[in-house]
């Protein structure tokens, strides 16, 4: 089994990266090769001196002879840019997404057109695929027969990308398996460009002692999926059996991976309630109409019934999430402060 992750030095490819290494195996095979894609590699990565990594750095679009040197069995396309950046810069958005996309899914067809294995190709789409329309009923909750309408460059992007993934299907060049995935919250490190990441800051900075500020109304709805669960729900997606039976994969329609809807006023009282009235004042409301303009357009109430067909369920409420970042906060601080091993 040899698997490429695009996009593996991100904050979840180094999360999938690092449960693959740990594991070493997918789909019930071992994995005999990892090849990591990434148009930046950090001085830090540990990944990089396992035995089973290979790393290709640089634009996936000049480097995929090197991706595909060697059969590949599974491929997490990962790489993106996000909401926020493709909608400052259009051309940007247009060759991150849609034609690096469109050259992946030509050497994956090459190489199974030259005998090798047709890859299985799970594919990191969005929310933001969807959008509220003025004048039109919203639909609510969402679910996967739910017309996609997106209102940002990304969300069209990402559209695009699932329709051209799911015709390479049903021709037979790859096995696609497209994830759309919820904002994930709470992400550590510095936040990206997303319009959505304030939805981490407000919660990491003031943990930090650090002020951040909220730029939408906090009266509005979100959905999220922390971290691990939507890790999670990459892997299964790309070990479920395809069929029609009960739990296996049916179709090449996407998967809304499951959604926890919440208003970024319960997120702010589920921060002072764990971490006290001086933590929580350091978030200022001063709301930003662009950030609003893109969040506000993604629907909050999913239907997650797909999902739950799968074995994949939302996190329980948003104290779950919290405590999750914070154990990652302290198994972080504990790595950083441990003296070397002998």
């Not at 071992?30 to 148009?39: K, M």
């Not at 790393?55 to 790489?79: C, E, K, M, T």
């Amino acid at each position: 089994m040899r698997i490429a992750v695009t996009g593996a030095f991100g904050f979840l490819g180094s999360r999938l990266t690092a449960h693959l290494l740990e594991q070493r195996m997918l789909c019930g095979a071992p994995i005999e090769g990892l090849v990591l894609a990434d148009r930046i590699v950090p001085d830090d990565a540990a990944a990089v001196d396992d035995p089973l990594v290979t790393v290709v750095q640089g634009d996936l679009s000049d480097r995929l002879d090197d991706l595909f040197a060697d059969p590949v069995d599974v491929i997490f396309h990962l790489a993106a840019a996000v909401s926020a950046e493709c909608e400052e810069d259009f051309d940007l958005g247009m060759h991150a997404n849609l034609d690096v996309t469109r050259a992946l899914l030509d050497a994956a067809r090459g190489q199974s057109a030259a005998g090798g294995p047709v890859p299985r190709l799970v594919f990191s789409s969005s929310l933001a695929v969807f959008g509220i329309h003025p004048g039109l009923p919203p639909t609510s909750p969402v679910d996967e027969s739910t017309l996609p309408t997106p209102r940002t460059s990304y969300g069209t992007q990402k559209l695009m990308c699932e329709q051209l993934i799911a015709d390479c299907t049903r021709r037979g060049f790859v096995d696609g398996r497209v994830a759309r995935l919820m904002t994930v919250a709470v992400r550590p490190g510095k936040p990206n460009a997303a319009a959505s990441a304030f939805l981490s800051a407000i919660i990491r900075a003031p943990l930090a002692g650090l002020p951040a500020t909220c730029p939408v109304d906090p009266g509005l709805r979100v959905a999220l999926a922390s971290p691990q669960r939507t890790v999670l729900g990459l892997l299964h997606l790309a070990e479920v059996a395809r069929g029609t039976g009960p739990g296996q994969l049916s179709g090449s329609a996407p998967v809304n991976l499951p959604a926890l809807t919440v208003s970024v006023t319960d997120m702010l009282a589920t921060l002072r309630q764990a971490a006290g009235d001086a933590v929580a004042d350091l978030v200022t409301i001063a709301p930003d109409p662009a950030v609003e303009a893109i969040v506000g357009s993604w629907p909050a109430a999913f239907d997650n019934s797909r999902a739950a067909a799968l074995g994949l369920h939302p996190d329980p409420d948003f104290a779950s999430i919290l405590r999750h970042h914070l154990d990652d906060r302290a198994g972080s601080t504990r790595t950083a402060h441990e003296p070397p091993r002998p």
